[in-house]
């Protein structure tokens, strides 16, 4: 069972447009939703996070959107960078069970033509 | 650079081998992650220890164990492997048992 699912599973954007990611989450129990940047050859990296309590945050050009009702939430990556070109997992986890192990989503290719 | 370390970067072994990955976390973190990435399965968490207890547990195969030393690194063995178990392995640290995590470089199996 896919506890996160993400879409699209891969994007090309044009330079200065706006890449958007969306995730979806079946267990109403998660409370932490981070989103993780890979590059070839490196590991995950943390790009930005955000807890339920709030419905959006904002990072320089990238936005989290969170519906907890719908139990969605979305990466806006705006004026799109080729150097953005990576790709990028949404993630889960229960933080007050005491345990931050995360589920991930499984991963979208974002290409940024210049 | 994460601060996390993880050795070795490759490892081509065959079938019914068995191997060990290693990984020092970040200077003062008390956490340690493993996680399998895959083309099929994604990031797939596997296990986690905290100040070398074993504190969570995820898809693991019974083949596969891990152990956290003193020091605070960390080892994953993987036995009798099987061609399925080629694989990006990630290990990742945080400070304590909640919060960020610092993924490592990964080191990437190939069983033959």
């Known amino acids: 069972q896919q506890q996160v699912k993400q879409s699209p599973q891969s994007l090309i954007v044009q330079k200065g447009g706006i890449s958007i990611i969306n995730c979806a989450y079946e267990n109403t129990a998660f409370d932490y939703f981070p989103w993780y940047q890979q590059f070839p050859g490196k590991g995950p990296a943390l790009l930005i996070a955000?807890?339920?309590?709030?419905s959006e945050k904002k990072e320089g050009r990238f936005t989290i959107s969170f519906n907890k009702s719908a139990k969605q939430f979305s990466l806006h990556i705006m004026d799109s960078q080729p150097g953005d070109s990576a790709t990028y997992f949404c993630?889960?986890?229960?933080?007050?069970?005491?345990?931050?192990?995360?589920?991930f989503g499984k991963g979208t290719m974002l290409l940024v033509s210049p | 650079d994460s601060g996390v370390t993880q050795t070795p970067k490759h490892l081509i072994t065959a079938t019914g081998q068995r191997v060990t990955l290693r990984c020092s976390p970040r200077s003062g973190d008390l956490s340690v992650y493993w996680y399998q990435q895959s083309l099929d399965q994604g990031l797939q968490f596997l296990i986690q220890?905290?100040?070398?207890?074993?504190?969570a547990k995820g898809n693991i195969l019974e083949r596969f164990s891990a152990q956290q030393f003193p020091d605070l690194h960390s080892e994953l063995n993987l036995s009798s492997l099987e061609l399925g178990d080629s694989a990006l392995y990630f290990c990742?640290?945080?400070?304590?048992?909640?919060?960020?995590?610092?993924f490592g470089p990964g080191t990437r199996l190939t069983v033959l």
């Open positions: 993630a889960a986890s229960k933080q007050p069970s005491g345990y931050s192990t995360l589920t």
């Open positions: 990742a640290s945080s400070v304590g048992n909640l919060g960020e995590q610092f």
């Open positions: 955000i807890r339920p309590d709030v």
């Open positions: 220890y905290y100040n070398g207890e074993e504190r």
